[in-house]
Nanobody, 125 residues
């Protein structure tokens, strides 16, 4: 079965950096758009970033553009989220997701078929 396993979360201070990783198995990784969503307590799940199967196209939420970078290594079946200049508002559980390949990676959660269990990121002020 399909598994998406996130890692790299933790507790950091404002201004610090973290890199999240998501290892995928059970699917033809290079055929899928990969994305990251996040959910803070009491809030709805929100789109963070996504990348097309061939890395040509990316899509970012306005709140993270310029600070976060999504990338993928199809040889390792892994997608990454480099997060710089972290803010307390970035505190959330971060979820890796895989969806049907599209030219422009969608920011709509309904466009994704598989989800990981999440990794917690906590940013203190």
């Amino acid at each position: 079965q399909v598994q998406l396993v996130e890692s790299g979360g933790g507790l950091v201070q404002a201004g610090d950096s973290l890199r999240l990783s998501c290892a995928a198995s059970g699917l033809t990784f290079s055929s899928y758009t990969m994305g990251w969503f996040r959910q803070a307590p009491g809030k709805e799940r929100e789109f963070v970033a996504a990348i097309s199967w061939n890395t040509v196209n990316t899509n970012y939420a306005a709140s993270v553009k310029g600070r976060f970078t999504i990338s993928r290594d199809n040889a390792k079946n892994t997608v990454y989220l480099q997060m710089n200049s972290l803010k307390p508002g970035d505190t959330a559980a971060y979820y890796c997701t895989a969806g049907v390949s599209r030219t422009v990676p969608t920011n709509d959660w309904r466009g994704y078929n598989y989800w990981g269990q999440g990794t917690q990121v906590t940013v203190s002020s």
